[in-house]
């Protein structure tokens, strides 16, 4: 079961937009909207920021937003803060009645 | 408040057994399903089993089927994860999840000898 496929690692400076992909196949972000991202500082557990493709749970900033196209999804974080330094994993729906993650990807707030 | 406590993690020999368990609160525990995610040092999350709300649909990533067993008790609100045949790569932090949305802190399975 192989792994959705993140960017290793972004950056960007305070107040800027970042973009992170998270690509798939038919078989997952393809083929459900059924994506979800994650926040996770380090030693910290894992947060939800996004499901189902682009609603945010209630707390989360709206400065998180999530968007799909074809088998990619996209998470974007607009007026970087110092705080959204973190890891970011993707997530998915998979056919074989199974879920899948990204490799995660490390952001960097310059 | 929603709070997932999950305990039983430990060091442990390749081969053997642990039994993990997720006590939960603050949510009505028999309506959602749950999921047990982990994520070994320093890599990142894998989604590792999850089950229904009454334990009739259960699925395993192929890397722990045969071999870990995910079950519920309603009653007592708490998920369980058994894992036998253990190797050095189960080693990692096991999360419990409610419906992958919240979840708790994780408990430490180390396997080595």
């Known amino acids: 079961q192989s792994a959705l496929t993140q960017p290793a690692s972004v950056s960007g400076s305070p107040g800027q937009s970042i973009t992170i992909s998270c690509t798939g196949t038919?078989?997952?972000?393809?083929?459900?909207?059924?994506v979800s991202w994650y926040q996770q500082h380090p030693g910290k557990a894992p947060k939800l920021m996004i499901y189902d493709v682009s609603n945010r749970p209630s707390g989360v900033s709206n400065r998180f937003s999530g968007s799909k196209s074809g088998n990619t999804a996209s998470l974007t974080i607009s007026g970087l803060q110092a705080e959204d330094e973190a890891d970011y994993y993707c997530s998915s729906y998979r056919s074989s009645n199974t879920q899948v993650f990204g490799g995660g990807t490390k952001l960097t707030v310059l | 408040e929603v709070q997932l406590v999950e305990s039983g993690g430990g060091l442990v020999q390749p081969g053997g057994s642990l039994r993990l368990s997720c006590v939960a609160s603050g949510f009505p525990f028999s309506s959602y399903w749950m999921h047990w995610v982990r994520q070994a040092p320093g890599k990142g999350l894998v989604w590792v089993s999850r089950?229904?709300?009454?334990?009739?649909?259960?699925n395993y990533a192929d890397s722990v089927k045969g071999r870990f067993t995910i079950s519920r008790d309603n009653a007592k609100n708490t998920l369980y994860l058994q894992m036998n045949s253990l190797r050095a790569e189960d080693t990692a932090i096991y999360y419990c999840a409610k419906s992958l949305a919240e979840g708790g802190q994780g408990t430490l399975v180390t396997v080595s000898s």
């Open positions: 089950i229904n709300t009454d334990g009739s649909i259960i």
């Open positions: 038919s078989s997952d972000i393809g083929g459900y909207n059924y």
